[in-house]
């Protein structure tokens, strides 16, 4: 069965740390896997996106990675701002096949 | 370039009623999703569609939920009659492309609440 798993599901942290996240998948075949910023009340906007061959993407202070044989990924925010509180989705990409597979995502909060 | 648009952002109705959400994708874009998301947890695709044919609707509860995109532009989802489980936010998204790279593009969402 195709699944996606992320965790922890919610993170606190202080204004200024690093942060890391996790994201496990049994999608198979494997296509790409996106990571998602979704703020309260909005709809997600894509920060990553790695294809099979790819190890590492980064976004200003978000830098994602991929494993594609343990099928794991991580998203690691580094100096965290308070802007940073959101939820982080996790989603793949099953290939030959329009089906995406979503995590339930991680709820950071950033506190000063 | 104008993002994608929904309305209502809000919605308060009793059970059994009936209620209908827009959206108006990006321009040009041909796919257009629906996707359900409840509180905590991810979003559930609803319906998909490629221009105004239905690409994909197995997880849609076809005896309450509808949806259509009658000229290949907006849609409209419905739901006739609400229970309190589909309390939820409705997301609309579209990309350019069908396929594994495309990207999608979230409109704010439409907050239901069914009491």
């Known amino acids: 069965k195709n699944q996606v798993e992320q965790s922890p599901q919610s993170l606190i942290i202080l204004e200024g740390k690093n942060c890391t996240l996790q994201?496990?998948?049994?999608?198979?075949?494997?296509?790409?896997l996106r990571w998602y910023k979704q703020d309260t009340g909005r709809g997600p906007v894509s920060l990553t996106i790695m294809t099979f061959s790819e190890n590492t993407k980064s976004n200003g202070r978000y830098t994602a990675t991929l494993d594609a044989d343990t099928k794991q990924s991580s998203l690691h925010i580094t100096a965290s701002q308070l802007s940073d509180s959101a939820s982080y989705i996790c989603v793949v990409s099953e290939a030959g096949a329009n089906n995406l597979f979503f995590g339930t995502g991680t709820r950071l909060t950033v506190i000063p | 370039e104008a993002g994608v648009a929904q309305s209502p952002r809000y919605k308060i109705i009793e059970k059994r009623q009936s209620v209908a959400f827009w959206c108006n994708p990006i321009s040009g874009h041909a796919t257009l999703y629906w996707y359900q998301q409840i509180l905590g947890q991810g979003p559930k695709l609803l319906i998909q569609?490629?221009?105004?044919?239905?690409?994909?609707d197995s997880q849609l509860p076809k005896d309450r939920f509808s949806a259509e995109r009658l000229k290949g532009v907006d849609s409209t989802l419905k739901i006739q009659p609400a229970k309190l489980e589909d309390s939820a936010v409705y997301l609309c998204?579209?990309?350019?492309?069908?396929?594994?790279?495309?990207?999608?593009?979230f409109g704010p969402g439409t907050r239901l609440t069914v009491t």
């Open positions: 569609f490629q221009n105004n044919g239905v690409v994909d």
């Open positions: 994201c496990n998948y049994t999608v198979s075949p494997f296509s790409n």
């Open positions: 998204a579209s990309s350019f492309l069908l396929g594994g790279l495309r990207e999608q593009y």
